[in-house]
């Protein structure tokens, strides 16, 4: 299947600091991109969709000034956690679909552990 | 987007064929079924997708009956490495593909 990674797999940031995390796509351009959160023993929570070169549309309850989002290219997107408070440590996954070879599967990547300390 | 319901846990023994049920009765005419694996600390792994009837790929066996009120996973002769968190999902066949996140069957395989 498709290739999404994510970079870095595992980042401790001291709270009041940004963290950004970066989400390819390796073998196929991403005309949408997604963005989840996930805690310990729960399932995947969507924070936000981007679509290259707009806005990203942001979930109900989420931050769009404090969790910013980038897709400035059809293989990259980031997610800039600002102001990072112990509150924020979570297991964060971004998903992307788009033309071949996706093609209307949506891979994800291998997700970011963000600890704020 | 379609609400899907599926068991919360299902236990295995090592060889057996396991059957995940996933219940979505308010599917849309344009939605697909799809199905992803996740194991602790990963990001979901993509098992299979199908629209109706059904689709066997290496890994597993999706069944779809006529009305598509609900989907059957089918995994031949589980291993130990099965072990993990199996969502359903339901996503447009149009617009964003968004998917939401049920909480999942978490599969426990049993030497």
């Known amino acids: 299947g498709a290739v999404v990674s994510q970079h870095p797999s595992r980042v401790i940031c001291k709270s009041g600091t940004s963290v950004k995390i970066e989400c390819r796509s390796l073998d196929f351009q991403a005309t949408t991109m997604f963005w989840y959160r996930q805690f310990p023993k729960q399932s995947l929570m969507l924070m936000a969709t981007s679509n290259e070169g707009s806005k990203a549309t942001y979930e109900q309850g989420v931050e769009k000034d404090k969790f910013l989002i980038n897709h400035a290219s059809l293989t990259l997107s980031t997610l800039t956690v600002t102001s990072a408070h112990p509150e924020d440590s979570s297991f964060y996954i971004c998903?992307?679909?788009?033309?071949?070879?996706?093609?209307?599967?949506?891979?994800f990547g291998e997700g970011s552990w963000l600890t704020v300390v | 987007l379609a609400k899907t319901t599926q068991p919360i846990s299902m236990d295995s023994y090592e060889g057996q064929e396991v059957n995940i049920t996933c219940s979505h009765n308010?599917?849309?005419?344009?939605?697909?079924i799809t199905w992803y694996q996740q194991f602790p600390s990963q990001g979901p792994r993509f098992i299979i997708q199908?629209?109706?009837t059904k689709v066997t790929n290496e890994v597993a066996s999706l069944f779809i009956p006529a009305d598509r009120k609900s989907s059957t996973l089918s995994l031949p002769r589980v291993s130990l490495s099965d072990t993990a968190v199996y969502y359903c999902l339901v996503r447009s066949g149009a617009g964003s593909y968004q998917l939401t996140f049920g909480k999942g069957t978490k599969l426990s395989v049993i030497p």
């Open positions: 199908e629209y109706k």
């Open positions: 308010n599917i849309a005419t344009n939605d697909y």
């Open positions: 998903s992307a679909r788009g033309r071949l070879p996706s093609g209307n599967t949506i891979y």
